[in-house]
């Protein structure tokens, strides 16, 4: 009898409305554990429902105004999809986003569904390069696919930003400017650094950066200064 029942009006789904309603009564109230849970599943039941829309209808324009999503280890309110971005890539500028604390797997199945509300998913260059300088400034190793990111998108900006910065990490936390390495050997010893030949993959972004071949007449000079400045 499930047409008669249609006939009368039951739906075969949760109404817009009913949808709405049941967000905003959980997010009235600081994220919790069980409400972050409810909305997770809330997502991933959007996702499946969205799948195939092309165009955002009233409710995911009014799901793009409203704050109730949870952001990764920011537990104090709600967030605005635009706010947020999903993990896909946040290895790449951990530092400088909020991310969207929905299981990988729900935001991966429900991925068309977040980009129409306005989570984003790609950060900017200038993100990926603050979180560089962030790395360096904190002495934490930055997962090498940043240089392979900024190799490909970096931009005049980004690079005048990074050139006179200590921006390469030799791991181990340690980080040195582009004109204190280089890919050949030296005769400075702990006053310049090698380059790994892994790095070699970056020669595009490292050249724009200033690392160079081997030390020239100058770089003598400025280290026989850094000794003075030193050792008094």
Request: with cysteine; net charge neutral; aromatic share 10%.
């Amino acid at each position: 009898i499930a047409e008669f029942y249609e006939w009368l009006g039951v739906a075969k789904q949760p109404r817009s409305g009913v949808i709405l309603k049941f967000i905003r009564q959980f997010v009235a109230v600081k994220p919790k554990a069980e409400s972050i849970q409810s909305i997770s599943r809330i997502c991933r039941y959007l996702g499946e429902r969205y799948e195939n829309e092309k165009e955002a209808d009233p409710t995911i324009e009014e799901l793009s105004t409203i704050r109730w999503l949870p952001a990764k280890g920011k537990p104090d309110h709600w967030r605005l999809p635009g706010e947020l971005f999903t993990v896909f890539q946040e290895y790449l500028f951990a530092s400088q986003a909020h991310f969207l604390d929905v299981p990988l797997q729900i935001q991966q199945s429900a991925s068309k569904f977040f980009i129409l509300i306005g989570v984003k998913s790609t950060p900017t260059p200038d993100l990926v390069a603050k979180h560089l300088l962030h790395c360096s400034e904190k002495g934490t190793d930055v997962n090498p696919e940043v240089y392979s990111y900024l190799m490909d998108r970096a931009n005049e900006q980004v690079i005048n930003r990074l050139k006179g910065s200590s921006c390469l990490n030799l791991r181990g936390g340690r980080y040195v400017s582009p004109d204190k390495v280089f890919w050949s050997a030296h005769p400075f010893g702990r006053f310049r650094h090698p380059l790994s030949p892994e790095m070699r993959k970056y020669n595009d972004l490292l050249a724009k950066l200033g690392v160079r071949e081997a030390p020239e007449t100058k770089d003598a000079m400025t280290v026989l200064q850094e000794i003075c400045e030193e050792y008094g």
